[in-house]
């Protein structure tokens, strides 16, 4: 009886769904200039099923009740835009067809041009439901991988090695606080075009999920930034960085400098500094260059406002750091080491207090539409060939649609600056995307082309809807410097 009564639950269960392809409903956001699939685009039903493009600009949509009659998508993307309709809404009505598809236009408003999602679960999850070929081997889920934090990146060993902050994995939101490192090929040594991705080929662990790459006994995150390479007297390379361990964002428990050990192929530390070493170690993001006496590591955040001889001895000895810092005595500034580097806001109030001339100003940064003052707070700068000058991408603080969400582009003729005006190239309203970093390296056209990623997250945004799946990960845009609305920013 028993028996009888378990069989006819089970046959009273309904079928177990199994998805094709030709079950779905495609909806493919391109930009309508490009013909270019458009990742981060939502569209939202009037009842509020939100669905958001994957990295290719693909939706598969497959809804009980809604498919075979229209339905209005209303559409919504940062930097993108379609017309309102006389109501005010944005959006288009579509027939949902299981086997069909569909293209939907969008006009990009920002400058710089939303290529994909680099880091996380499902960056082409659509696409994979709707039976397309994905340009990366694992294009859902690698190395338990859900989010990922801000990104350095140097060349090592003929490949790129890089490393990241928090990791959010899927059996738990504290995944991987540690660090995170990858290595990926160059794209003409097999790797990606950027525009596509970059396959991350992430150090893991025993579990194959992703290894703490400065494992330490203590408690709290760890975090590695100013990452960069130096050569020793008997001409050894060696890869080096800040790292700092922490209680919260805002209670630093110990900071000090690390470097990779190549015989485990993690960080170890080699000094942990006094918090009275407050400028006088790696950060940021680091860029090598020739300046007086030879080769220097200078640090960006976003200005380049601290330095180090390039060599292995000089990086490990406090001493031997730079700030660059107005000299009322000298009526300009100068690299020193005796005071910590000027600010953008010091400037600010040198000039207000008329101790400096404003036209010796440096980091008077304003909107070239507005005139407005821009307040930067973290990006990187590096040499373009193409322009012959140093560029800048840099996030803004308080950008008002944003608190860290504004990205502007701006030029200088010396590293140091000045930096005069700049240009807002992607906007996130509500949202951020912080610690900008431009990768010179992935410069195509002589430099004519860049590409930049950062941190896509609700953090710091004051927005209480995190956007699924993109939400704390790395975002790739493309910048051409040719464009006629970045005029306003070239410094000749």
Same mark, same amino acid.
């Given at each position: 009886m028993l028996f009888s009564r378990l069989l006819l639950a089970l046959l009273c269960l309904p079928p177990l769904l199994t998805a094709a392809p030709e079950d779905y409903f495609g909806i493919h956001v391109i930009d309508?200039?490009?013909?270019?699939?458009?990742?981060l685009i939502t569209l939202k039903t009037t009842n509020h099923i939100a669905l958001t493009s994957d990295s290719a600009g693909w939706i598969a949509f &497959?809804? #009980?009740?809604?498919?075979?009659r229209p339905v209005y998508f209303n559409i919504e993307g940062p930097g993108y835009a379609l017309p309102k309709d006389g109501f005010g809404f944005v959006g288009v009505r579509l027939t949902?067809?299981?086997?069909?598809?569909?293209?939907?236009?969008?006009?990009?408003?920002?400058?710089a041009e939303r290529m994909c999602r680099l880091t996380g679960q499902g960056i082409y999850r659509d696409s994979t439901l709707l039976g397309h070929e994905p340009p990366l081997p694992s294009p859902n889920l690698f190395a338990d991988v859900m989010g990922q934090d801000s990104v350095q990146v140097v060349s090592w060993k003929g490949r790129y090695f890089w490393i990241f902050g928090d990791t959010?994995?899927? &059996?738990? #939101?504290?995944?991987?606080?540690?660090?995170?490192?990858?290595?990926?090929?160059?794209?003409?040594k097999g790797g990606l075009d950027p525009e596509h991705g970059i396959h991350f080929e992430y150090i893991t662990d025993e579990n194959n999920a992703v290894a703490k790459m400065l494992p330490v006994e203590e408690s709290g995150a760890v975090w590695i930034f100013g990452m960069h390479t130096v050569m020793d007297s008997q001409s050894k390379d060696h890869l080096m960085a800040h790292y700092s361990r922490w209680k919260d964002v805002g209670t630093r428990l110990e900071?000090?400098?690390?470097?990779?050990?190549?015989?485990?192929g993690r960080f170890r530390r080699i000094a942990v500094l006094g918090d009275e070493f407050t400028w006088q170690h790696p950060q940021g993001n680091a860029v090598r260059t020739k300046g007086e006496g030879g080769d220097w590591i200078y640090f960006s955040t976003p200005f380049c406002r601290t330095r180090v001889k390039a060599d292995y001895d000089s990086v490990q000895n406090t001493s031997s750091y730079e700030a660059l810092a107005w000299s009322t005595e000298h009526g300009d500034y100068v690299w020193q080491n005796a005071t910590g580097p000027t600010t953008q806001k010091d400037e600010e109030k040198l000039i207000a207090e008329k101790k400096m001339p404003k036209e010796k100003a440096r980091m008077q940064v304003v909107d070239a539409q507005t005139g407005k003052p821009v307040h930067l707070h973290a990006g990187s700068v590096h040499w373009n060939k193409h322009r012959e000058r140093w560029v800048m991408i840099a996030v803004q603080e308080s950008g008002g649609v944003s608190y860290l969400g504004e990205v502007w582009y701006a030029e200088a003729k010396q590293i140091e600056g000045p930096w005069r005006k700049a240009v807002k190239i992607a906007t996130h309203p509500k949202y951020s995307f912080y610690n900008p970093s431009h990768h010179a390296f992935f410069d195509q056209q002589d430099g004519r082309l860049i590409y930049f990623q950062g941190t896509y997250t609700e953090t710091f945004s004051g927005n209480?809807?995190?956007?699924?799946r993109y939400d704390y990960n790395q975002l790739m845009y493309r910048l051409d410097l040719d464009d006629e609305r970045l005029k306003a920013a070239r410094v000749d």
């Amino acid at each position: 009886m028993l028996f009888s009564r378990l069989l006819l639950a089970l046959l009273c269960l309904p079928p177990l769904l199994t998805a094709a392809p030709e079950d779905y409903f495609g909806i493919h956001v391109i930009d309508e200039n490009t013909g270019r699939g458009v990742p981060l685009i939502t569209l939202k039903t009037t009842n509020h099923i939100a669905l958001t493009s994957d990295s290719a600009g693909w939706i598969a949509f &497959n809804e #009980p009740g809604l498919m075979n009659r229209p339905v209005y998508f209303n559409i919504e993307g940062p930097g993108y835009a379609l017309p309102k309709d006389g109501f005010g809404f944005v959006g288009v009505r579509l027939t949902p067809v299981a086997g069909k598809s569909v293209e939907v236009k969008v006009l990009r408003t920002n400058v710089a041009e939303r290529m994909c999602r680099l880091t996380g679960q499902g960056i082409y999850r659509d696409s994979t439901l709707l039976g397309h070929e994905p340009p990366l081997p694992s294009p859902n889920l690698f190395a338990d991988v859900m989010g990922q934090d801000s990104v350095q990146v140097v060349s090592w060993k003929g490949r790129y090695f890089w490393i990241f902050g928090d990791t959010n994995r899927p &059996n738990y #939101p504290l995944g991987n606080y540690h660090s995170t490192a990858a290595w990926s090929d160059a794209p003409d040594k097999g790797g990606l075009d950027p525009e596509h991705g970059i396959h991350f080929e992430y150090i893991t662990d025993e579990n194959n999920a992703v290894a703490k790459m400065l494992p330490v006994e203590e408690s709290g995150a760890v975090w590695i930034f100013g990452m960069h390479t130096v050569m020793d007297s008997q001409s050894k390379d060696h890869l080096m960085a800040h790292y700092s361990r922490w209680k919260d964002v805002g209670t630093r428990l110990e900071h000090g400098l690390a470097e990779l050990d190549e015989s485990t192929g993690r960080f170890r530390r080699i000094a942990v500094l006094g918090d009275e070493f407050t400028w006088q170690h790696p950060q940021g993001n680091a860029v090598r260059t020739k300046g007086e006496g030879g080769d220097w590591i200078y640090f960006s955040t976003p200005f380049c406002r601290t330095r180090v001889k390039a060599d292995y001895d000089s990086v490990q000895n406090t001493s031997s750091y730079e700030a660059l810092a107005w000299s009322t005595e000298h009526g300009d500034y100068v690299w020193q080491n005796a005071t910590g580097p000027t600010t953008q806001k010091d400037e600010e109030k040198l000039i207000a207090e008329k101790k400096m001339p404003k036209e010796k100003a440096r980091m008077q940064v304003v909107d070239a539409q507005t005139g407005k003052p821009v307040h930067l707070h973290a990006g990187s700068v590096h040499w373009n060939k193409h322009r012959e000058r140093w560029v800048m991408i840099a996030v803004q603080e308080s950008g008002g649609v944003s608190y860290l969400g504004e990205v502007w582009y701006a030029e200088a003729k010396q590293i140091e600056g000045p930096w005069r005006k700049a240009v807002k190239i992607a906007t996130h309203p509500k949202y951020s995307f912080y610690n900008p970093s431009h990768h010179a390296f992935f410069d195509q056209q002589d430099g004519r082309l860049i590409y930049f990623q950062g941190t896509y997250t609700e953090t710091f945004s004051g927005n209480p809807i995190a956007t699924p799946r993109y939400d704390y990960n790395q975002l790739m845009y493309r910048l051409d410097l040719d464009d006629e609305r970045l005029k306003a920013a070239r410094v000749d």
